[in-house]
């Protein structure tokens, strides 16, 4: 990380010491990476930020904030109303019903975008760059449903030099989750001690809270706390 | 390009013809690649988008849209609201004046995004991809007054195989005009026919109309025409 110092010079010495932003949904995985960055960097230097983009439940962003609040570092939510349009028809025109589930990564509905997470963490990158914050952290992961190709870590690395090049910084992202399953993520949250958050996160595909239980996310999280041994407060 | 066919089987057979996406400011340069995307890609493979960003001069987005009926392409224009609150303080909090400005690259205003090509480019690769517009068209150049890190031929690289991966497609980025002057700019306008249509461009950093010919930007341009020994339509 760059530090400067000038011992034998007028010009004040700079510092630019390490803070991260977290890209933050409100979900259980980004919650997770919100302590894992509280951990690596202190509470201190990190913030998060979410994106209001017209997603279908409007509940993950409340998660968001309560998550931010609980562990005590600023949040900021920033709107993004292109992939509205980008979606195209089915969201924009009224008379389109919306095919497919949108939360839903096993078959792509007419609302698909691809490309999201290279959006996110461009303006999130474009958010941190006049804060001097050098790292990126996100939820993201390879190895459970997630099959996006924007979620790999291959794209993510050719992002990360795309974002130097482009905007003449080191940043760095951070995607600790990448290579776990639900139930490795579960049991880092215990280690980082997260649990406790995971009573405001949001899973439910359905946007029910308490969450219905029965959609493949609610199942999918389910699966992971079970295996991992650990009680998720959101339905206990 | 991905031509493939299947002479044996009942699947009908698909043709990714090769088609452009040409990302549309209304200015001079953006309006000379349409023009050479028109001459490389045929006139009916060949649509324009453009962004509604905030931009200062409401009047760029009338001149992509004259441009691209000249031009007889079609023409979108997305939405993309996230700049204003990126910029920060400066965009969004009506008590602080904006400082520096914004046309003007030699000083950083603090309304200064940094990435904003990328997303740019990131969002028209996303429009392309349903579409099968394997081609993304940019007037960027790292020549003349652009010294953006985000406009370079190194950062349009690494996002096309940012983009490539993120999206598993084949893009291409083409910048024609990446190695360009203003005045081969203009000299390249005149050999793809473009000429005519400046009339409909918009350069001008004070948003005027016919244009102020004092601002930098109109100077700037000025001195391309002038240089190739052609007469700028928008201003004779």
């Known amino acids: 990380m760059p530090i400067s110092s000038s011992s034998d010079s007028d010009v004040p010495v700079t510092i630019n010491s390490e803070k991260a932003l977290v890209v933050l949904s409100g979900g259980q995985d980004s919650t997770t990476c919100l302590f894992w960055a509280i951990r690596e960097f202190g509470v201190d230097n990190v913030s998060a930020l979410s994106f209001d983009y017209g997603q279908r439940h ?9 998550v931010a609040a609980f562990a005590r570092v600023s949040h900021r939510c920033l709107p993004i109303d292109t992939f509205a ?25 007419n609302t ?7 959006i996110f963490l461009t303006f999130a990158a474009a958010w941190a760059w006049p804060r001097k914050l050098d790292n990126l952290v996100t939820g ?30 080191q940043i760095k992202i951070h995607a600790p989750l990448m290579h776990l399953s639900k139930k490795e993520t579960v049991l880092l949250a ?28 609610c199942r999918l999280r389910a699966k992971g706390f079970a295996e991992a041994g650990i009680a998720d407060p959101l339905v206990t």
Do not use: W
Request: proline share 8%; hydrophobic share 35%.
């Open 190 to 217: 215990r280690q980082l001690g997260a649990i406790e958050a995971m009573a405001f996160t949001h899973t439910c595909y359905n946007g029910e809270r308490p969450p219905c239980g029965e959609c493949p996310a």
């Open 112 to 118: 698909f975008v691809p490309g999201r997470n290279l």
């Open 85 to 109: 349009a980008l979606g195209g028809d089915a969201l924009t025109d009224p008379a389109i019903e919306v095919a497919g589930d949108l939360d839903e990564p096993s078959a792509l509905p």
């Open 58 to 66: 409007r509940i993950e962003l409340d998660s968001a904030a309560k």
């Open 140 to 169: 993201v992961s390879q190895t459970d449903y997630s099959g996006y190709p924007d979620c790999r870590a291959s794209t993510l690395q050719s992002l990360q030099e795309t974002l130097r090049l482009g905007m003449e910084s």
